[in-house]
């Protein structure tokens, strides 16, 4: 059997070290491809030197020209500028607009049955982007933020209670960005409420850090911003996608039909609770939320279609 053929878009930090978790899985082939075709050679390159200690028999392949990425399975767009400190995400949505615009043009014309993954920033918008420069169906295409968000707030709540991440279930929803909705009443410490670990206090700390957990580390770094978990929560996608597990996990998704109606948000892509696996986006859950956690989803919402409106789409 062919192996599956993964492209992974941008051989920055988030590109290469997916690239590497995902060759370490021996998950499919990859193309790791950048308009510095140098860096995306010399990361592959470097990668496969590193298969015969770590094992794995997956090809990395760098290159800068889109024909050698036809007919890939999934592509993942990591390309666009990084924000520095004290810039939001929202201030790259024209500079990495006509990164995703032309990166989705790409796609459409190599690999016209591909998954698409997005991670450039703002996330949400540039999500919508690549959909409506594809022109590929809603269930194929969809961002990567909900699982990293989640992903944070899971962290820093096994941080603050001391028990170990691995019992905690912890959601987030809509928009990747400082208004994101962190769910209180879904989020659980070994299927137990959490606030039964945390009190109102400490849960509400947990989830300004979470919201602001992307800046934190921005500000940290000065020159970039996270890729450790940023790739470990593509890899999860991929993994659900090409291993069909049905796995639920939060995702930016286009919200139309009845869940864009129960959403409120129909015609924009923002992070919702989905099935996720052969089929890409298999399902969409609608989630009853208390009154305040509507009230910041509305305002998240909100946010996301602000930006969506300026797109020139
Ligand atoms: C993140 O959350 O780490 C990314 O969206 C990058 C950023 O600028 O925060």
Known sequence: MDRKKITIVGAGNIGATLALLLARRETADITLIDINEGVAKGKALDIMEASPILGFNAHVHGTGDYAETAGSDVVIITAGFPRKPGMSRDDLLFKNFEVVKSVSEQIKKYSPDAFVIVVTNPLDAMTYTALKVTGFPKNKVMGMAGVLDSARFAYFISEKTGISVENINAFVIGGHGDDMVPLRKFTTVAGMPVT????KEELEEVIQRTRFGGGEIVRLLK??????????????????????????????????GEAGEYYGASGLCVGVPIILGKEGVEEIIKLDLTDEEWADWRKSVESVKRLVEKLPL
């Open 223 to 256: 020159t970039g911003s996270a890729f450790y978990a940023p790739a470990a929560s593509i890899l999860e996608m991929v993994l659900a996608i090409l291993w069909n597990k049905r796995k639920i996990l939060s995702a930016s998704v286009y919200l139309d």
């Open 196 to 199: 039964k670990f945390l009190s």
